[in-house]
């Protein structure tokens, strides 16, 4: 096997393995731990701990542990958290929380960018175009990646299925289901019965051993991996200060692409956050009961992770902005029809095209947005994929902060609000690139004469 292909695979399955715990406790969170909203507090410090980390961490810890070693310790950082549910309270979950959130950032850094030098690497070596090598690794990636969250739920599901319990849902109920939704807690989440201590003991016993599992998989499978440009900076350079650092993700906003790029990245946290929230709570829970989750989130998930894999390998074909347009096609239609729609467990299929649809929508988020800004950013890839997880946490931030504050028909209408935003940003991005193309042909041959330096994400 080509080498470079066995390191994405290796990456690829450290990851399946880390989120598939994470994934399922995330989902989790708010049902385990309710009381006085440990498990809703628990994921806002997590993310804005994540901010934080954006903001300086990355760009460190490869620099000085290079991205191999920072992906097995941020993956670490997830394991923390598994263990702090085992006695959940706000002494074990928050500081967990925190930690996760510190990890969070350089983890995914250190995959953009381990996995934009293997494809720059082996498309030197094959005489190929870097960006089409580095869309087919991030595909191959998010379609490993994106089952996740089918293995993840499906865990969970077969523990807690010996707790099941359904419950007829009145119609009264089910007027407050929707996009309409009563702003109370009268919907149906007494749909299961609480697990027992030791089914849930049962269940973070496997997460945990998942996350262990993949800490091994990265330490004693993937290769180290270098960039040269990265190396020749390390040989000029003293170890960056952390005010240097600090402000390095920052100054990167000079680029007015990168300002542009902003409300596109923080769609892709509102939009995850609206399905993986409030889907899943005023419609599935709502109208069907909570054992029905797990299995929405799959057919997302599977979806998802099925487009990641198509995508990646026909974007050569058809470019960035016809799939961008799919996307937004894809989510504004789902936004209409939820507006409109009112659940009834009548309508079962519907539950399911939603997520369907959501997930050929957010695997183009994923694998293109991503491609874009290792594209766009080829010298500074640290720091513009730090901002990258800067922005698209803040989106998440701000969707759960407004999440029990607002009825979903408002948080729809903001979520289409960004969706049209972030369009119109893109495709100003666009432009300015269509602009400066046609300027540079020379510059870009004289590059092309030497080795191949041009790393483009996916």
Known sequence: MERNLKNVLIISFGFLLLFTAYGGLQSLQSSLHSEEGLGVASLS????????SSMFLPPILIKKLGCKWTIAGSMCCYIAFSLGNFYASWYTLIPTSVILGLGGAPLWSAKCTYLTIAGNSYAEKAGKDGKDIINQYFGVFFLIFQSAGIWGNLISSLIFSQASNKVEISEEDLACCGAYDCMADNTNTTGSAEPSNSLIYTLLGIYTASGVLAVLLI?????QIKSEQAE???????TPSFWSTFLATFQHLKDKRQCLLIPLTMYSGFEQGFLS???TKTYVTCALGIHYVGY???????????CSLLFGRISQF???????ALAAVANIACIIALLLW???????AVFFVFPALWGLSDSIWQTQTNGLYGILFEKHKEAAFANYRLWESLGYVIAYAYSTKLQVY??????????VLSMVTYGAVEYIEAKRSPGTPTATKKENVGPHTQETPM
Do not use: W
């Not at 020749?232 to 350079?237: D, G, I, P, R, Y």
């Not at 929405?296 to 099925?306: D, E, H, Q, R, T």
């Open 296 to 306: 929405v989130m799959i057919c997302f998930s599977a979806v998802n992770s099925l």
């Open 219 to 223: 330490a004693i499978f993937l290769d």
């Open 45 to 52: 410090v997590l993310y804005a701990a994540l901010i934080l």
């Open 232 to 238: 020749t900076e390390k040989e000029k350079l003293e």
């Open 318 to 324: 058809t470019g960035r902005k016809l799939l961008f």
């Open 277 to 279: 929230g409030d889907y």
């Open 342 to 348: 009112k659940p009834h467990p009548k309508q079962l």
């Open 410 to 419: 408002i948080k729809l209408y903001i979520l289409l609000s960004v969706l």
